[in-house]
């Protein structure tokens, strides 16, 4: 409905694992931003790419790390899972000017 | 830290009653945003409201931004079982770049057919 598409939609993974997670943006939304949402508490801000350059972190450790590519999709990359990285993970794009449209999340699981 | 903050967490309503959540930012905001999720969901963009004492309405829903540009509220007239869901406020984190979003704890609505 927004353009926004992540994948995959579901995932479960090990402690200690590595996962990444991809986000293709809204047709012409040159930003991205990610986002943890716990469970019962609202969307944490983790990071954002513009024009392929990391622009502004929140407080998530070195082990979350991003990319943008230059047809302006994402990764979200998680190192060394942890079973407190158990979220939905939340890929969220927007023009130059413009509202924030998200995609429908990856529930990711560490068990 | 800069933060923002919503209440009530959950409110139980009858169908055909009001319904209001309040937002309070610990900063001044350029913009406050509203969003809901439904269970299950994704936030999905609702409203943003820029101008101090702006008042916006769609259909049963008000949104009103305070004159300081700290708090915030959004008012349902006569909930129905369709506004089932979490609404969230978010505002610009820090100087206010576009999608770098700080969202309140959300308020989650349920409705009683």
């Known amino acids: 409905e927004t353009g926004v598409t992540q994948s995959p939609t579901h995932l479960i993974k090990t402690r200690g694992q590595q996962v990444t997670l991809r986000c293709s943006s809204q047709?012409?939304?040159?930003?991205v931003s990610w986002y943890q949402q716990a469970l019962g508490q609202g969307p944490q801000f983790i990071f954002q790419y513009y024009r392929e350059e990391e622009n502004g972190r929140g407080n998530f450790p070195p082990r979350f790390s991003g990319l943008q590519f230059p047809n302006y999709s994402s990764e979200l990359n998680v190192n060394a899972l942890e079973l407190d990285d158990s979220a939905l993970y939340l890929c969220?794009?927007?023009?130059?000017?413009?509202?924030?449209?998200f995609g429908q999340g990856t529930r990711l699981t560490v068990v | 830290g800069q933060q923002v903050m919503q209440i009530p967490q959950y409110q139980h309503v009858q169908e055909g009653e009001d319904f209001t959540t309040y937002c309070n930012s610990s900063t001044t905001l350029s913009n406050i945003q509203w969003y809901k999720q439904r269970p299950g969901g994704h936030p999905v963009f609702l409203i943003q409201l820029v101008k101090s004492g702006e008042v916006k309405k769609q259909k049963r829903l008000t949104f009103q931004f305070g004159e300081a540009k700290k708090n915030s509220s959004l008012h349902i007239t006569a909930t129905q079982t369709t506004d089932v869901g979490t609404y969230f406020c978010a505002g610009p984190r820090g100087s206010g770049n576009t999608g770098k979003l700080i969202f309140g704890q959300g308020t989650t609505l349920q409705v009683k057919p």
């Open positions: 969220a794009s927007s023009p130059d000017r413009g509202n924030t449209f």
């Open positions: 047709s012409g939304h040159n930003t």
